[in-house]
């Protein structure tokens, strides 16, 4: 009981401060929302620009250490893959001038064949059937690429 007359006591002390308070006229501080508005903008606009300029600068640090990995790859080329299966794959790789044919399962890898002269050139594309048959089916005659 007596703490609820100390708090109304010192409510009835502070009421002539806070209307001499009320009184006074109000003075309102200038409008610098535009202001602010254009400064977050452009705070959020060099942001954007700084993560997109780190993601890229990451993506080409990625290439360019992808490169390091085979720091000598003129040694050894994949010269062609065929799948032969969802998890089965038959390579030919090139190595120091041989060419080896490689059985590839998720368990293992062996060697099927090793041809002593090259079956096909490694950088050239093997010239198929394909085009040419595509060509017939469309109606269209087929004719070779000339080389200049």
Same mark, same amino acid.
């Given at each position: 009981?007596?703490?609820?007359?100390?708090?109304?006591?010192?409510?009835?002390?502070?009421?002539?401060?806070?209307?001499?308070?009320?009184?006074?006229?109000?003075?309102?501080?200038?409008?610098?929302?535009?202001?602010?508005?254009?400064?977050?903008?452009?705070?959020?606009?060099?942001?954007?620009?700084? @993560?997109? #300029?780190?993601?890229?600068?990451?993506?080409?640090?990625? /290439? +360019?250490?992808? $490169? !390091?990995? %085979?720091?000598?790859?003129?040694?050894?080329?994949?010269?062609?893959?065929?799948?032969?299966?969802?998890?089965?794959?038959?390579?030919?790789?090139?190595?120091?001038?041989?060419?080896?044919?490689?059985?590839?399962?998720?368990?293992?890898?062996?060697?099927?064949?090793?041809?002593?002269?090259?079956? @096909?050139? #490694?950088?050239?594309?093997?010239?198929?059937?394909?085009? /040419? +048959?595509?060509? $017939? !089916?469309? %109606?269209?005659?087929?004719?070779?690429?000339?080389?200049?």
């Amino acid at each position: 009981m007596k703490q609820l007359l100390a708090g109304f006591a010192a409510s009835l002390l502070a009421a002539p401060v806070l209307a001499e308070e009320a009184g006074k006229p109000v003075v309102k501080a200038p409008v610098t929302g535009a202001a602010d508005t254009v400064g977050t903008l452009v705070s959020l606009g060099l942001g954007l620009l700084a @993560v997109v #300029a780190i993601i890229y600068g990451c993506a080409w640090m990625v /290439r +360019r250490m992808n $490169g !390091m990995t %085979g720091m000598n790859n003129q040694a050894m080329k994949v010269v062609s893959v065929m799948a032969l299966g969802t998890r089965e794959r038959i390579a030919l790789v090139e190595v120091g001038g041989q060419q080896i044919l490689l059985g590839i399962t998720p368990s293992s890898i062996r060697t099927l064949h090793v041809f002593d002269e090259p079956v @096909v050139e #490694a950088g050239k594309p093997v010239p198929g059937d394909f085009a /040419r +048959r595509l060509q $017939g !089916m469309i %109606g269209k005659p087929w004719n070779t690429p000339s080389k200049d």
